[in-house]
């Protein structure tokens, strides 16, 4: 029954927009309410050993001079590495194989070879945490799980593009062959997106890593003869759970700038898509005004907002698709910003200004990456450039124009 008299589903009170910012208000503090005031994501302690190791890069030299900043961008270390030879490359991977491993314009291999090695010794820190006494059983636990998910990344073939164990730890994963790809696809996850979560083994597609494989193989079956690969960016910290973070655009705006810098290395590829789930949405979305000219479109799913208001608010020249399940719970939050609390006007609303694609076949908000789905094959043709094949979800005949 209705507890306010004279409020009815027509209200025009109801549907003014100091309600639903007020709602919108209701909401986010019962969230707080639930999960606390910082959901923080806790770490397993103060240890950074990227940082510790980019702090001896900065020390060393290497043939007798000194080492590149390792935060310099991807034309300045491609040029420090274009003069070595193979064993000098594995030399200072050896040596350095976290800062290696995450530096964009180092040789894509060698990354992958950089990062084996740092997986490997966080690997052998979790197996030491297995049994010590001094965690909780919980956190042996914890590490055993974590060890066991460090082992799998480390299988045959596997091609880690990034990785850093500190905290909840983040990874990048590539299918496909990512120095000739001239079309690249990176799939942006949302909340609770970790070393733990990187991957899973049931309903492997609702983890990044299942997400980008089962795209990598949609898009050869859209596309056979066109060269991609497709990246499983895990390499951002994301809320830890729907808490504040989850509602705010703090690790948005953090993960934006680390989105851009991979993308910013992908030179030699013709054409860049983001696929961007849940909050992965917010970090596109924030980071879509910077993001360089060969980002040619940004597919958003079960998204809870983009931070703008339209589509020209994302200041983007990229093509700007969006789906939503009609089961997707995403669909209630309050789609607007207020005091900086949400994320600003629904991108599936016609008013938005994006591309709406159908989504026939995903079942909830987990399900848009699923084998045999609509919105799996839509994201496919979107990824290999079959831009006017996509099945859109209304008549609408700029859905699937190929112009922005």
């Keep these: 029954m209705n507890s306010f008299p004279g409020l009815g589903p027509s209200s025009g009170f109801l549907q003014s927009t100091a309600w639903r910012a007020a709602l919108a208000l209701v909401v986010v503090f019962v969230m707080l309410a639930m999960t606390g005031w910082t959901a923080i994501r806790g770490s397993k302690d103060d240890a950074n050993p990227l940082a510790t190791a980019k702090a001896a890069w900065k020390h060393a030299t290497f043939l007798g001079r000194p080492l590149p900043d390792p935060n310099a961008g991807p034309a300045a270390i491609r040029a420090f590495f274009a003069p070595l030879?193979?064993?000098?490359?594995?030399?200072?991977?050896?040596?350095?194989?976290?800062?290696?491993?995450?530096?964009?314009?180092?040789?894509?291999?060698?990354?992958?070879?950089?990062?084996?090695?740092?997986?490997?010794?966080?690997?052998?820190?979790?197996?030491?945490?297995?049994?010590?006494?001094?965690?909780?059983?919980?956190?042996?636990?914890?590490?055993?799980?974590?060890?066991?998910?460090?082992?799998?990344?480390?299988?045959?073939?596997?091609?880690?593009?990034?990785?850093?164990?500190?905290?909840?730890?983040?990874?990048?994963?590539?299918?496909?062959?990512?120095?000739?790809?001239?079309?690249?696809?990176?799939?942006?996850?949302?909340?609770?997106?970790?070393?733990?979560?990187?991957?899973?083994?049931?309903?492997?597609?609702?983890?990044p890593v299942g997400m980008a494989r089962s795209l990598y193989d949609a898009e050869r079956q859209a596309g056979p003869g066109t060269r991609t690969a497709v990246i499983a960016w895990a390499d951002y910290t994301s809320p830890a759970g729907l808490g504040v973070q989850a509602a705010t655009g703090q690790l948005a705006e953090a993960g934006a700038v680390r989105l851009r810098a991979l993308v910013n290395s992908l030179s030699s590829a013709d054409s860049v898509s983001l696929f961007c789930h849940s909050y992965g949405s917010v970090v596109c979305g924030v980071a879509a005004r910077k993001l360089p000219s060969n980002v040619g479109d940004i597919a958003v799913a079960g998204s809870p907002g983009m931070r703008a208001d339209n589509f020209s608010g994302l200041g983007t020249r990229a093509r700007v698709w969006a789906m939503r399940d009609s089961d997707d719970w995403i669909q209630d939050v309050p789609y607007l910003e207020v005091g900086g609390l949400g994320h600003g006007a629904d991108p599936v609303d016609p008013s938005f200004g994006s591309r709406i694609l159908s989504a026939d076949g995903a079942v909830g908000h987990a399900g848009y990456f699923a084998p045999g789905t609509r919105s799996l094959r839509n994201f496919a043709l979107v990824g290999v450039g079959a831009t006017g094949s996509v099945e859109c979800a209304s008549a609408d005949p700029h859905c699937s124009a190929a112009t922005v």
């Design 85 to 207: 030879s193979r064993a000098e490359d594995q030399q200072l991977a050896a040596r350095f194989p976290l800062v290696v491993g995450n530096m964009g314009g180092a040789p894509v291999q060698l990354r992958y070879r950089a990062n084996r090695m740092a997986i490997d010794d966080a690997r052998a820190v979790e197996k030491r945490r297995m049994t010590d006494h001094r965690l909780t059983p919980v956190g042996r636990q914890e590490a055993g799980r974590l060890m066991h998910r460090l082992e799998s990344m480390m299988a045959p073939g596997r091609q880690i593009l990034a990785f850093d164990p500190a905290g909840g730890g983040r990874a990048a994963e590539v299918f496909g062959d990512l120095p000739a790809a001239k079309r690249v696809s990176v799939v942006v996850p949302g909340v609770d997106t970790n070393l733990s979560t990187f991957e899973r083994t049931a309903r492997a597609t609702t983890a």
